[in-house]
């Protein structure tokens, strides 16, 4: 089981970026899937989640400016983020488990290597 993170980059604030997490060696369906930041000198923190049903959780920090989705692509995952802000650049992981219920790092045992974002004002 592996996921890779693509898409991070560098964007001015208000501007847009797209992550991509692929999954090899199973369906996203068999697991609960979500994206983690984290910040230098900051715990990680999780800001958006898909569960094996198909319910998403977004963080209020990213509430109203980022959407997660499964991908076109059976095993991927997409966070489309919007509007972003000085506060968004951090590393970002994908995640995945069999079942999550409360979104914390402990719980999520499968990683991909995360992908910069980097967001100026």
């Known amino acids: 089981v592996e996921l890779v993170e693509s898409g991070g980059g560098a964007v001015q604030a208000g501007g847009s970026l797209r992550l991509s997490c692929g999954t090899a060696g199973y369906s996203y369906n068999d697991y609960c899937m979500g994206w983690f930041r984290q910040a230098p000198g900051k715990d990680r923190e999780g800001i958006a989640f898909i569960k094996n049903d198909g319910t998403t959780h977004l963080a209020d920090s990213v509430k109203g400016r980022f959407n997660i989705s499964r991908g076109n692509a059976k095993n991927s995952l997409v966070l489309q983020m919007t509007n972003l802000q000085s506060d968004d650049t951090a590393t970002y992981y994908c995640?995945?488990?069999?079942?999550?219920?409360?979104?914390?790092?402990?719980?999520?045992?499968?990683w991909g290597q995360g992908t910069q974002v980097t967001v100026s004002s």
């Open positions: 995640a995945a488990e069999h079942w999550c219920s409360n979104f914390a790092p402990f719980e999520f045992g499968i």
